[in-house]
């Protein structure tokens, strides 16, 4: 068993693109070195406060780079366990969701406050999402930036378990010790969910306008400027 550890925590663990890079390598030797099973954690009170937006997270290269290292977590052939020791928001709940199971510290939220700056996730984020919480709370987060707390989590089924860093690593190792390749079979089973389908063009489309869009840059100056920003639809 191998345990990831995010550690920037000056930056609340915000993903750029040293992390990303860091997380894929870390993820390849613990698979190259044998490892059972992964459990990927934050250092300090956060687990990942999502991508970093003082530049990384509105740089096309760095998005591809992201996804393909979320794609890489999901896809590997042992089981991952995310450890939210604190809050994982935007990313940082994306990395999360590309886990196979989730242990949630008590005092933890989860949160895609994406439109509150102009940005849009894309669809893995939003089926994956549905499919670990269902279509309620997913559109309430989604489309009213609503956070949710870890004993709310719990009960839709987001996190399998409450407790700390030791209790996912206890349970790790337990894991670590049972027929590997029943485990992928059921990985590869539970996550043919429909969230790596093919989007449609016009949903492509719709994301990458908001992408595209005067908001977004409205978005960006308005965190800048430390004020509320303004968002007109274009």
Same mark, same amino acid.
């Given at each position: 068993?191998?345990?990831?550890?995010? %550690?920037?925590?000056?930056?609340?663990?915000?993903?750029?693109?040293?992390?990303?890079?860091?997380?894929?390598?870390?993820?390849?030797?613990?698979?190259?070195?044998?490892?059972?099973?992964?459990?990927?954690?934050?250092?300090?009170?956060?687990?990942?406060?999502?991508?970093?937006?003082?530049?990384?997270?509105?740089?096309?290269?760095?998005?591809?780079?992201?996804?393909?290292?979320?794609?890489?977590?999901?896809?590997?052939?042992?089981?991952?366990?995310?450890?939210?020791?604190?809050?994982?928001?935007?990313?940082?709940?994306?990395?999360? $969701?590309?886990?196979?199971?989730?242990? $949630?510290?008590?005092?933890?939220?989860?949160?895609?406050?994406?439109?509150?700056?102009?940005?849009?996730?894309?669809?893995?984020?939003?089926?994956?999402?549905?499919?670990?919480?269902?279509?309620?709370?997913?559109?309430?987060?989604?489309?009213?930036?609503?956070?949710?707390?870890?004993?709310?989590?719990?009960?839709?089924?987001?996190?399998?378990?409450?407790?700390?860093?030791?209790?996912?690593?206890?349970?790790?190792?337990?894991?670590?010790?049972?027929?590997?390749?029943?485990?992928?079979?059921?990985? $590869?089973?539970?996550?043919? %969910?429909?969230?790596?389908?093919?989007?449609?063009?016009?949903?492509?489309?719709?994301?990458?306008?908001?992408?595209?869009?005067?908001?977004?840059?409205?978005?960006?100056?308005?965190?800048?400027?430390?004020?509320?920003?303004?968002?007109?639809?274009?």
């Amino acid at each position: 068993m191998v345990t990831v550890e995010l %550690d920037r925590v000056d930056k609340r663990n915000a993903l750029d693109e040293e992390m990303v890079a860091g997380l894929s390598d870390a993820f390849m030797s613990a698979v190259d070195g044998g490892a059972r099973a992964v459990v990927v954690t934050g250092r300090g009170p956060v687990f990942c406060a999502g991508a970093d937006l003082s530049g990384p997270v509105y740089d096309p290269s760095f998005l591809d780079k992201l996804v393909a290292t979320l794609q890489q977590i999901e896809a590997v052939p042992i089981p991952v366990i995310a450890a939210l020791n604190g809050s994982a928001l935007g990313a940082g709940l994306q990395l999360a $969701m590309a886990a196979d199971l989730r242990v $949630m510290a008590p005092d933890a939220l989860i949160g895609i406050p994406a439109a509150k700056i102009g940005v849009a996730v894309d669809e893995w984020t939003i089926r994956r999402l549905v499919s670990l919480v269902g279509s309620g709370p997913a559109r309430s987060m989604l489309i009213g930036c609503d956070p949710l707390s870890a004993d709310r989590a719990h009960t839709l089924g987001f996190a399998n378990r409450i407790g700390d860093l030791a209790d996912a690593q206890h349970w790790a190792a337990n894991i670590a010790d049972l027929a590997p390749l029943t485990l992928q079979h059921y990985k $590869m089973v539970l996550n043919n %969910d429909g969230a790596r389908d093919e989007p449609a063009p016009e949903r492509l489309d719709a994301m990458m306008r908001a992408w595209e869009s005067d908001d977004l840059a409205e978005g960006r100056a308005a965190r800048a400027e430390k004020r509320r920003p303004e968002f007109i639809g274009r």
